[in-house]
């Protein structure tokens, strides 16, 4: 048997390093040479030795059972020998198995991950932060300048855009017959120098032309002036 110079830093047991033994001289594992093999395994321990590498007590049992059936293969009646042999050998062989399945399923599993089902946890809802006070109320401006822009508007600032003092063409005929119900006439300007905005003169110009239509006043130009004079009323 050639002598093993091949090493591995680790085994994982007397079996495997067995099993190593019987690869590096191909042997066949059914029909072991417990001596050739002996040799290969006490000198695989003692380089083990020589690299001051720990030697687990599993491996020392092993040497010394090899050596034992060894020892009860010389004598004249072995059968116990071949008991032992046949033991050994099945561990091997099922050693063997094992290892292969196992590598088997190192293709498809990992043992470096771990998963599980995702656990029901209640949220906590309560807010564990320190706050400098005057953050606290840089935040709320901020929040409330926020929440300004989306209120709506007030009405006065809409008051120069759509809103108007509503002034009724009624009002206004009222208004221009009591100013003429004592002169009898008056200048047509006179009538709207009291206007204070827009639609108080919009509605006192469309007065003057109701009364003009219905013939309770008539508007004349005397003296390069407008002159609004009124109507007696025709009685029937």
Request: hydrophobic share 40%.
């Amino acid at each position: 048997m050639e002598k093993l110079l091949y090493k591995l830093d680790t085994f994982e047991g007397p079996l495997d390093l067995l099993l190593v033994l019987i690869a590096k001289n191909k042997l066949d594992i059914r029909e072991i040479q417990i001596a050739e093999l002996l040799d290969q395994y006490m000198e695989q321990i003692r380089a083990m030795k020589e690299q001051d590498m720990d030697i687990a007590s599993e491996f020392l049992e092993m040497a010394a059972r090899l050596v034992y059936i060894k020892t009860v293969s010389l004598l004249p009646k072995h059968e116990e020998a071949e008991e032992l042999k046949k033991e050994l050998t099945g561990q091997l062989l099922e050693y063997q198995e094992c290892k292969r399945v196992a590598e088997l399923l190192a293709k498809h599993f990992t043992y470096d991950l771990i998963t599980r089902e995702p656990l029901q946890i209640e949220p906590d809802q309560s807010y564990h932060r320190d706050h400098d006070p005057r953050e606290i109320l840089a935040a709320y401006l901020s929040a409330a300048g926020r929440g300004k822009r989306f209120l709506p508007p007030r009405a006065e600032a809409f008051s120069g855009i759509v809103t108007h003092r509503i002034v009724s063409v009624s009002s206004r005929i009222v208004y221009v017959l009591r100013r003429l119900w004592k002169t009898q006439e008056m200048s047509y300007r006179e009538l709207f120098e009291d206007g204070e905005d827009r639609s108080e003169l919009v509605a006192t110009f469309l007065a003057i032309l109701e009364l003009v239509k219905g013939k309770r006043v008539r508007v004349e130009e005397e003296d390069e002036e407008m002159v609004i004079r009124l109507l007696p009323r025709r009685t029937a």
